[in-house]
């Protein structure tokens, strides 16, 4: 497995010490908070992510041959997930992007329990968008 991004280090360790699901939460919001800004006028259906229930959009870079994205929703405990799913992508090329397995790092994290099926399939939809950014699927 690849070695993870520090932003995803630093959540596995606050997420591992959280004991329940209202301090998971609390979490999640504050990361979400934390979301680098996406701009009025970048939330055009071209970066809206098809799939997700909420709206979603998203738009990534590469760098250095490393990627970064930056998301967000109208749902606040979407922003949360989104942030979460940043953490543990921003700064991988798309090699190590195609590898990501999303279902066990939320899993990882202790979230996967609160992941419905629906908010599930929305953050599939993002890493979909994602490898169709990064030329990967």
Not at 1 to 6: S, V
Not at 12 to 17: E, N, S, T, Y
Not at 54 to 69: C, I, K, P, T
């Amino acid at each position: 497995m690849n070695e993870l991004p520090q932003a995803a280090r630093e959540a596995l360790a606050l997420f591992g010490q959280a004991p329940g699901w209202e301090q998971r939460a609390r979490l999640l919001m504050q990361w979400g908070e934390r979301l680098e800004p996406v701009a009025d006028d970048e939330r055009s259906d071209d970066n809206l992510v098809a799939g997700c229930e909420s709206r979603v959009w998203l738009l990534g870079g590469q760098q250095d041959g490393h990627w970064q994205f930056r998301a967000t929703s109208d749902a606040r405990l979407l922003r949360g997930l989104l942030a979460m799913l940043l953490a543990r992508v921003n700064g991988l090329d798309a090699a190590a992007l195609a590898t990501v397995d999303m279902a066990d790092w939320f899993a990882r994290l202790g979230l996967s329990r609160q992941l419905s099926p629906s908010r599930s399939n929305g953050m599939n939809a993002v890493l979909r968008r994602m490898h169709a950014l990064t030329g990967q699927r």
